[in-house]
């Protein structure tokens, strides 16, 4: 497959590292074909905002309530937009366009969508056991955008489709290894402790098993380990790394 170009200003990428495929995920429709099931979740409480991590608490909160999950899929960063708005400006020097103030916002829009949208995989019999593609196409999403009401710089969510084609449960919700893998900042110390000492993925399994609510599958681990080593790379102090992680989760981009 070809990856088709972003539009300028603009980055276009997962903003999850889960695998599509997990091993144990049994998807979240129990035999129901896609086209069968139409869910309309419940809107978000809140609309505006001050901050986007205001708004990241928030949209955690409304997954965890509503058992659903979005994923970033693409944003332009406030930099770009900046850059956009004064190409563009025609006036005079004296007059020039407000632009937004970068420090307090670093990005000016967010596409979120559910985690079951894009096509369906239909794979061989190679397929291992237990191990099924989360991709069920749902065109549930959320469009995000800062926008200047006059007085200041708000978040603002200004498109919600909140129709879902699969089920939406806290069985199903507590599958996603994004939600089983968010883990207490001490337990993430230890494990970066014990990958710098080259310790066996079994072992973490069982450290992570006994020192932290969540049941774990080894795939699970696998990803953990991926995130960890690539989060490891840039932030070079542990603190970095524990902060790093845990911005991760609550972060799109």
């Not at 006036?91 to 916002?105: A, C, N």
């Not at 402790?193 to 020192?211: C, G, K, T």
Request: aromatic share 8%; glycine share 6%.
């Amino acid at each position: 497959m070809v990856a088709r170009r972003s539009p300028r200003g603009k980055t276009k990428r997962r903003l999850d590292t889960d695998d599509e495929e997990e091993e144990g995920y049994q998807g979240p429709q129990d035999g129901a074909t896609s086209t069968s099931i139409s869910v309309t979740a419940p809107a978000m409480e809140q609309a505006s905002f001050d901050s986007w991590a205001e708004f990241q608490t928030s949209l955690e909160r409304y997954q965890a309530e509503t058992y659903q999950l979005y994923f970033g899929e693409t944003a332009m960063n406030s930099t770009a937009r900046n850059k956009r708005i004064l190409e563009n400006y025609k006036g005079d020097d004296e007059s020039l366009p407000r632009t937004i103030p970068v420090k307090r916002f670093e990005h000016y829009n967010k596409l979120l969508r559910c985690t079951h949208y894009g096509r369906p995989r239909h794979r061989g019999s190679g397929e291992r056991p237990r191990q099924k593609s989360r991709n069920v196409g749902c065109t549930a999403r959320m469009s995000v955008c800062l926008q200047f009401d006059g007085y200041d710089w708000k978040i603002r969510v200004t498109l919600h489709s909140r129709v879902h084609n699969h089920r939406l449960s806290e069985d199903v919700f507590n599958q996603y290894s994004r939600v089983r893998v968010n883990l207490p900042d001490d337990v993430v110390g230890h494990v970066n402790q014990m990958l710098s000492h080259h310790s066996e993925r079994r072992s973490i399994w069982h450290f992570v098993r006994d020192n932290a609510d969540s049941e774990l599958s080894m795939k699970d681990i696998h990803n953990l380990v991926a995130r960890l080593a690539r989060q490891n790379y840039s932030a070079p102090t542990l603190e970095g790394r524990i902060d790093k992680y845990l911005r991760d989760f609550c972060e799109d981009d």
